[in-house]
């Protein structure tokens, strides 16, 4: 090869595929820059309770791994930042990077959070996936693990930048680190390669007409900071609307996938799998409850998968009842589901108090920038698509560009890891096949 | 604005509070409904039989009558009529060779290639008249007057030519509001009133509008409104059997949305023809003070 590679790589999206990616990369000996759109890297594993099949927490499992990621000598963690625009090829990419104004000058910010105790204004959590119970302030870090651990300023709600009152964070900063006058700011990088692993996004439940808009219909992840120990509820399963212990809880499964009229054809291929752990951990919380789960099929491949569904059957006394959910609206304190078993033959109308609805995995809208710059082919439904579904699984068409996760389709976390395992890989054997070219030459 | 006007025989007869009280209604939003000079059964019981052609002829022919009044569109009021003259087009126009054998059959008549859009008053109101202009309209708004809207099946299934959102359609709601009505948001406006099965099977119906009826009462409605006359022959009529089926049910009337559109307007009451309803309307609107 006569030109020179710049042995470096970009990683866009910090979810578990990204930090999975990045870590082996930089395990290899190569420089690696991890771009994430909002301020802390973790993505939607972190927002999660505890993860099938072996119910433990990602707090336990995924925080150490973005504790490598920021300590790494060999990442840089480029957090709320994007990309603005990419030129050139594999080897030589160009790389403009905005880096999005944060108000808080980051090499001053120790993370004390001084100025998150004392700002007066709330906002809805992103994080919490902006349930009531568990807003932000204006001056925040998205959760107490959050890597870098750095503040930053909601210009959408903070009162000196919308009114200009308040200035308490500036006041209460024992490093003075709060910046009111910063501005996004373009830096520009060069990278061989690139991983996009921007993720995913749930289906918005309001695209069900059939069912109610109502606080009490609620969709997995919201379900999941509910049932989350360290979440807004401190793990006390609470419905939003009022507060109350729900006593019946209705899962419906595939809402929006499998439905090629009307929505999407495709199974989103975690939904079986998390509803039967939302069921469980919501047994555990409340053993006098009773959870019901609407299905299509039960889809329980992977390893361990089966056996996790049967005890969800057997020791959780889940119901079961195949069929599909035609409604859901609120009557008085319930919330009246009425479907079909379509085993027996009978209508069945269960009234519950609370009902979470299993949306369909989406692309992560934040991407369809990245995909519009990198020029990347996607399907019908914005997924990126692999080379060769079978033999090229993590190449996209373009040289030197390679996805990983649920970017590329619907996906549980083992196999996002196994992907962004061989992303690595793909990045790891470029690099160093160039090396020994070199070395040769 | 003119449009051609398609009644449908039950407006003719059971159903004539419904076309006195629309007719009248549209004309002060400066429609002028005219009917059809001549016209047969829109088709719905044709429909029936297993042949899918031949129950097609008669609908299809209706819309030749509208072609011959040189009109594109072909206005209806009765959710059946509508549901089933709309489906015959779409059947016509999405299958050369069935339309082509349709053709064949209709050779007396003059050439017809679907070219006629059926619509229903509801869809007038909303995409050519506007709310601002019913409102405009208004001169005794029904304040106070909580009106829970009923679509039922017709209006909106298939999707494909539904007259709003199939699972969560509003055009009633945004009317009945433009008239200044309370409107009351009830679940079960979408579903099924027992149609057909009120011939045969009244307990069946009763159930049916049974739950309708006090899912909107417990959503705090006086009066149900719609725009179908089996499904107000199902809600209002068959209150009979669901209080004799029901204990300690309370009778509710049912009307027209035209009938009210006619009162806020402040037409004379006689177009509503009020004394065709079942549970007579007329005492809660007077405590209303809509009518005297
Ligand atoms: C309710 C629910 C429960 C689940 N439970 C489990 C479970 O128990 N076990 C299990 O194995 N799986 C579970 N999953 C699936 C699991 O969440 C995913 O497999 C995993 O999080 C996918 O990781 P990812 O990195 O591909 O995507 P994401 O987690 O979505 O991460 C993508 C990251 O990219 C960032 N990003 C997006 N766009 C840009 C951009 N333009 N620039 C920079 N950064 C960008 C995002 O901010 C995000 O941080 C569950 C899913 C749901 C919906
Ligand atoms: S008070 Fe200052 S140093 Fe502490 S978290 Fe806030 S900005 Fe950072
Ligand atoms: S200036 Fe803005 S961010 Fe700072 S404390 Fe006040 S409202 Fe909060």
């Not at chain 1, 994007?82 to 160009?94: A, H, K």
């Not at chain 1, 870098?148 to 680190?177: E, S, Y």
């Not at chain 2, 489906?87 to 050779?107: C, Q, S, T, W």
Request: some cysteine.
């Amino acid at each position: 090869m006569s030109r020179e590679m710049e042995t470096k790589a970009l990683i866009v999206g910090g979810g578990v595929a990204g930090i999975q990616a990045a870590l082996d990369i930089a395990d290899g000996g190569y420089q690696v820059i991890l771009v994430e759109r909002t301020p802390s890297i973790g993505g939607h594993m972190v927002q999660l309770s505890e993860v099938f099949p072996t119910l433990d927490c990602p707090q336990c499992i995924l925080t150490p791994k973005m504790v490598m990621c920021g300590q790494h000598p060999n990442i840089d963690i480029k957090a709320y930042c994007e990309i603005e625009s990419v030129t050139g090829e594999v080897g030589n990419f160009t790389v403009k990077i905005r880096h999005k104004a944060t108000y808080v000058d980051w090499d001053a910010c120790t993370g004390c959070g001084q100025c998150e105790q004392k700002c007066p204004t709330k906002a809805p959590s992103e994080f919490n996936r902006e349930l009531a119970f568990g807003p932000r302030k204006a001056i925040y870090s998205p959760f107490a693990q959050a890597v870098p651990n750095k503040r930053v300023i909601d210009a959408d709600h903070c009162l000196k930048l919308t009114k200009d009152k308040c200035g308490v964070c500036a006041k209460v900063c024992p490093t003075q680190a709060i910046r009111y006058d910063m501005e996004d700011w373009i830096e520009e990088v060069k990278v061989g390669a690139i991983i996009v692993a921007t993720g995913y996004e749930l289906y918005k439940k309001e695209n069900l007409t059939e069912y109610a808009s109502d606080p009490d219909v609620i969709d997995g992840l919201e379900f999941e900071r509910i049932l989350c120990p360290s979440g807004p509820t401190a793990g006390v399963i609470k419905r939003p609307s009022d507060g109350k212990e729900p006593l019946d809880i209705v899962f419906v499964q595939c809402a929006g996938s499998r439905d090629p009229d009307k929505h999407f054809p495709y199974c989103s291929r975690v939904c079986c799998m998390y509803c039967c752990k939302m069921a469980m951990l919501y047994k555990h919380a409340v053993p006098d409850g009773q959870a019901y789960i609407f299905y299509i099929d039960v889809r329980t491949d992977g390893k361990m998968y089966e056996e996790f569904y049967q005890r969800g059957v057997e020791e959780d006394r889940i119901v079961y009842l195949r069929g599909k959910v035609s409604k859901i609206f609120r009557q008085g304190e319930k919330i009246v589901v009425f479907g079909m078993d379509t085993l027996t033959g009978k209508r069945v109308e269960v009234e519950a108090d609370l009902v979470v609805l299993a949306m369909a995995m989406i692309p992560n809208p934040a991407g369809e920038k990245v995909k519009k710059i990198l020029n990347l082919k996607t399907d019908e439904f914005g997924f990126i698509t692999e080379s060769h579904a079978k033999l090229h699984p993590v190449e996209t068409g373009i040289d030197g560009i390679f996805v990983a996760g649920t970017a590329q389709a619907p996906k549980d976390i083992p196999e996002t890891v196994a992907q962004a395992g061989g992303a690595a890989s793909k990045v790891l054997s470029l690099f160093s096949g160039y090396e020994r070219n070199k070395a040769c030459a | 604005m003119k449009i051609p006007y398609y009644p449908g025989c039950t407006l003719k007869t059971k159903a004539k509070d419904f076309e006195d009280s629309a007719i009248a209604a549209a004309r002060v939003l400066g429609i002028e409904m005219e009917e059809l000079p001549r016209w047969n059964c829109c088709g719905t019981v044709y429909s029936l039989s297993s042949d899918d052609l031949i129950h097609q002829l008669a609908p299809i022919r209706n819309l030749i009558r509208a072609k011959e009044q040189e009109s594109d569109r072909l206005v209806t009021l009765c959710s059946m009529c509508y549901n089933t003259l709309k489906r015959a087009n779409e059947f016509f126009l999405a299958d050369e060779e069935k339309r082509e054998r349709i053709k064949r059959y209709l050779d007396d008549e003059i050439p017809y290639e679907g070219d006629v859009r059926v619509v229903q008053l509801l869809e007038l109101l909303r995409d050519e008249v506007s709310m601002d202009a019913i409102k405009e309209a208004v001169k005794k708004p029904l304040t106070g007057l909580k009106v829970a809207p009923y679509y039922g099946c017709m209006l909106l299934r298939p999707a494909s030519i539904g007259i709003d959102d199939v699972e969560r359609p509003t055009v009633m709601e945004d009317v009945l509001r433009a008239l200044g009505a309370d409107v009351i948001d009830d679940p079960y406006k979408t579903e099924c009133c027992g149609a057909y099965q009120t011939v045969s099977q009244k307990d069946v119906v009763a159930t049916c509008a049974h739950s309708i009826l006090t899912s909107a009462q417990g959503n705090g409605a006086e009066v149900i409104a719609l725009s179908c006359p089996l499904c107000d022959f199902n809600l209002d009529n068959r209150q009979k059997e669901v209080q004799e089926r029901f204990n300690g049910f309370h009778p509710m009337p049912v009307l027209y949305f035209t009938q009210l559109m006619a009162i806020a307007f402040g037409l004379d009451p006689s177009v509503c023809r009020f004394e065709l309803s079942y549970n007579d309307p007329v005492p809660l609107l007077k405590s209303k003070g809509l009518i005297e």
